[in-house]
T-cell receptor
Framework: DAGITQSPRHKVTETGTPVTLRCHQT?????MYWYRQDPGHGLRLIHY???????DKGEVSDGYSVSRSKTEDFLLTLESATSSQTSVYFC??????????FGPGTRLTVL | AQKVTQAQTEISVVEKEDVTLDCVYE???????LFWYKQPPSGELVFLIR??????QNEISGRYSWNFQKSTSSFNFTITASQVVDSAVYFC????????????FGTGTSLTVIP
């Protein structure tokens, strides 16, 4: 158990509203990641962080921003949600052996 | 270009059959890592194995075995004597050294084991 939690676990929102998803880890890992999972696409990296206030873009970063003000928390924000952002979002950490472990996921529906 | 290709979208086997899930990767790095993850119907992602590019030894863990071949850029996963509990989506992933440990996932293979 890598001690990763995500909140909320489920969210339904309307197009144009801001949404923030939270990832929390308990084991002080330096690297954290946000992915989205969609049918036919597997998991795609949105953003990742390599330390407090250090973040970088992934493959599908448009429409998303992230922040990491504390080691344990990594926030993903959809500034103005669109229906194309309906997805399952996974947070992950990377351990010292370069393995990634995932949180339970957040199912987001944008109407 | 897709860095990790899982050409098999869906596979169905009868319980106790052996099944091999294919994974082909593409990288120019000499140092990289390969992974397999399992996603059962409950939705969580479960780490199964990590292999580094310098270790081509095959690995066996119970009914699971992995065949890593650099010559063909493949990292295939075999389940022996499949069981209904093996029904899941399986993902292969690649991580290249020096890229912030970014993972590149394949699109997954959905395995159904029929009792």
């Amino acid at each position: 158990d890598a001690g990763i939690t995500q909140s909320p676990r489920h969210k339904v929102t309307e197009t144009g509203t801001p949404v923030t998803l939270r990832c929390h880890q308990t084991e002080n890992h330096r690297y954290m990641y946000w992915y989205r999972q969609d049918p036919g696409h597997g998991l795609r990296l949105i953003h990742y962080s390599y330390g407090v206030k250090d973040t970088d873009k992934g493959e599908v970063s448009d429409g998303y921003s992230v922040s990491r003000s504390k080691t344990e928390d990594f926030l993903l924000t959809l500034e103005s949600a669109t229906s194309s952002q309906t997805s399952v979002y996974f947070c992950a950490i990377s351990d010292r052996e370069f393995r990634q472990f995932f949180g339970p996921g957040t199912r987001l529906t944008v109407l | 270009a897709q860095k990790v290709t899982q050409a098999q979208t869906e596979i169905s086997v009868v319980e106790k059959e052996d099944v091999t899930l294919d994974c082909v990767y593409e990288t120019r790095d000499t140092t990289y890592y390969l992974f397999w993850y399992k996603q059962p119907p409950s939705g969580e992602l479960v780490f199964l194995i990590r292999r580094n590019s310098f270790d081509e030894q095959n690995e066996i863990s119970g009914r699971y075995s992995w065949n890593f071949q650099k010559s063909t850029s493949s990292f295939n996963f075999t389940i022996t004597a499949s069981q209904v509990v093996d029904s899941a989506v399986y993902f292969c992933a690649l991580s290249e050294a020096g890229t912030g440990n970014q993972f590149y996932f394949g699109t997954g293979t959905s395995l159904t084991v029929i009792p």
